[in-house]
């Protein structure tokens, strides 16, 4: 099956610890996205990346972090530099038309 | 201001009922608009995907969009329990990169 999978689905921080959530996905697209949800206030965009080796920092990027080394991979680390890091984090590649899909996100909640 | 505003409801309704999901915006260079549902803890799924103004059809799904009120509706007929979910719009100005700007979300509860 064709689709973009997250891991782990719940993860929790302790002060000052960095730590990596995982996006894959099969379905050949050149782009991926992150963003965070939080309650009323909607999807912001963290990072993004259009093509393997290269990618953009978006609206909240501060306190994060990103690669693209595998056009199927796009992991995001949280560092101890973002002070309010408890947040659902999802995912997200789009195909050529410019259609975004999302994965089934990360719940990250510091402890 | 934000770029696009949402009701967060909740909206609820009894099972059967024509439902009608808003969004305005403000950036008049939006064309792309999207509806995506989300249930509890889950990632968004795409509903409905339409471009510049109209109307898109989609079973029970209707997608509306009137740039010159920049304003953009989803009517949801015959509503079931099982569509009660958050619904998001969202937008963009470019289809080849899409940087999507959502809005907050609308949260529906449809009653047996």
């Known amino acids: 099956d064709g689709g973009i999978t997250q891991s782990p689905k719940y993860l929790f921080r302790k002060e000052g610890q960095n730590v990596t959530l995982s996006c894959e996905q099969n379905l050949n697209h050149d782009a991926m996205y992150w963003y965070r949800q939080d309650p009323g206030q909607g999807l912001r965009l963290i990072y993004y990346?259009?093509?393997?080796?290269?990618?953009q920092k978006g609206d909240i990027a501060e306190g994060y972090s990103v690669s693209r080394e595998k056009k199927e991979s796009f992991p995001l680390t949280v560092t101890s530099a973002q002070k309010n890091p408890t947040a659902f984090y999802l995912c997200?590649?789009?195909?050529?038309?410019?259609?975004?899909?999302f994965g089934p996100g990360t719940r990250l909640t510091v402890l | 201001q934000k770029e696009v505003e949402q009701d967060p409801g909740p909206l609820s309704v009894p099972e059967g009922a024509i439902v009608s999901l808003n969004c305005t915006y403000s950036n008049s260079a939006f064309q792309y608009f999207m509806w995506y549902r989300q249930y509890s803890r889950k990632g968004p799924e795409l509903l409905m995907y339409t471009y510049s103004s109209g109307n898109k059809e989609d079973g029970r799904f209707t997608a509306q969009v009137d740039k010159s009120s920049k304003y953009i509706s989803l009517f949801i007929r015959d509503s079931q329990p099982s569509d009660s979910a958050t619904y998001l719009c969202a937008m963009s100005a470019s289809i080849s990169f899409q940087k999507l700007v959502f809005g907050t979300g609308t949260r529906l509860l449809v009653s047996p």
């Open positions: 997200a590649s789009s195909s050529p038309s410019g259609t975004q899909y």
């Open positions: 990346s259009q093509i393997v080796n290269d990618f």
